[in-house]
C-alpha cells in the first residue's frame, strides 16, 4: 500500500476516532446533565410547590352543600387539623414551630390560593417546610371535599352561603 493512502487511513482512523470520542464525551455530558438537572429539579419541587399550571385556574367539581362541608370538616379534622389547628388558625400541636403552617382562615389568602391551588397542595404536598402529600391517602372527590371545606374557614359568616 503506497504511503500516501497509509496516511489517508490513519486520517480517517484518526478522525473517525476523534469524532467517536467527542460523540461520547457529548453523550457522556448529556447524560450526565439530564440526571443532575433531573435531581436539581426534583430537589427543587420538593422544596415548593407542585402545582400545574391548569390547576391556577381549575374550579372545584363540589357545591358547598351541608354534606359536602360535614365529609370536609370530618376528613379535615382526621388529616390537617393537628397541624393547621381545630379552626385552621395554624396553631395545631403537631404543626412545626420554625415554619407554622398556614392560617387557613385569613380570607385575604383566597386569591392566591384560588381552588386548583388549594387541591394540588393537599394533593402534591412539600417537603420545605413540610406539608404532607395526601394523594396516596385520599381520593380527588375527598381533596375537594377539604377543599370546600377549607374555602367555608376563610368565608365571613356573614357571606358564607352554604346550598341546601
Same mark, same amino acid.
Given at each position: 500500500m503506497p504511503l500516501a493512502e497509509k496516511g489517508l487511513l490513519s486520517l480517517r482512523f484518526l478522525s473517525l476516532r476523534? +469524532?467517536?470520542?467527542?460523540?461520547? %464525551?457529548? $453523550?457522556?455530558?448529556?447524560?450526565? &446533565?439530564l440526571i443532575l438537572g433531573g435531581f436539581v429539579a426534583a430537589l427543587s419541587a420538593q422544596m415548593g410547590w407542585? $402545582?400545574?399550571?391548569?390547576? @391556577?385556574?381549575?374550579? %372545584?367539581? +363540589? @357545591?358547598p352543600t351541608a354534606d359536602v362541608l360535614e365529609q370536609g370538616s370530618g376528613l379535615y379534622a382526621q388529616h390537617c387539623a393537628s397541624c393547621h &389547628? !381545630?379552626?385552621? !388558625?395554624? =396553631? &395545631?400541636?403537631? &404543626? =412545626?414551630p420554625e415554619y407554622q403552617p398556614a392560617d387557613l382562615t385569613d380570607a385575604a389568602r383566597a386569591s392566591v390560593n384560588p381552588d386548583g391551588v388549594l387541591f394540588y397542595k393537599i394533593f402534591n404536598g412539600r417537603r420545605m417546610p413540610n406539608m404532607p402529600s395526601f394523594k396516596n391517602e385520599l381520593t380527588k372527590e375527598q381533596i375537594w371535599t377539604v377543599v370546600e371545606?377549607? !374555602? %367555608? +374557614? @376563610?368565608?365571613h359568616p356573614d357571606s358564607m352561603s352554604i346550598e341546601r
Open positions: 476523534f +469524532l467517536s470520542l467527542r460523540f461520547l %464525551s457529548f $453523550i457522556r455530558a448529556t447524560v450526565t &446533565g407542585q $402545582i400545574p399550571q391548569a390547576g @391556577r385556574t381549575e374550579t %372545584s367539581p +363540589l @357545591r &389547628g !381545630k379552626t385552621g !388558625k395554624g =396553631d &395545631g400541636p403537631q &404543626g =412545626d371545606y377549607v !374555602k %367555608s +374557614l @376563610r368565608a
